[in-house]
């Protein structure tokens, strides 16, 4: 891509740091979720990219997470997000919505939790993180058929 195509020279180095031997967005983010207990077992972006090209792409995203709990946890949405948000800093690129789901290490689902694009773009001009990290807990979704039967 060039400065032509995107307009922009920010655009075009997101998409020049994407041509490189840079690792993916998904292996970056496995890897830093493993110290959480957290495994990534699937990573796709919304659309039909390997990598996100422009700001605002969206990322669905499936976990393994060894507890002992049934539900999903604030601990584990906070990891996932703080991390996302950390290697979106370092690659100067802004997520889009995100979708989650929570496995067990057997493959059955917790539960499920998103982040939409417009909290992100939002967060910390318009949207305070105690008023983002509401709005993500706010989402969570648990599957607690093991719980009532």
Known sequence: MTDDELGTERDAGVAERVATDEPSLAVTLEN???????Y???ASWT?????PVDDGAGLNLKYEIVSNATTVT?????AVVRSLLTISDEREW???RLEVTSLTTDGAIRGRWRVEREWFER???ELSQVEFSRRVLTTIENNRRDRDS
């Open 32 to 38: 830093r979720l493993m110290s959480h207990g957290i």
């Open 40 to 42: 990534v077992t699937t």
């Open 47 to 51: 659309g039909e990219a390997d990598q």
């Open 74 to 78: 604030s601990d584990e949405v906070g």
């Open 94 to 96: 802004t997520p889009g």
């Open 123 to 125: 967060l910390g001009t």
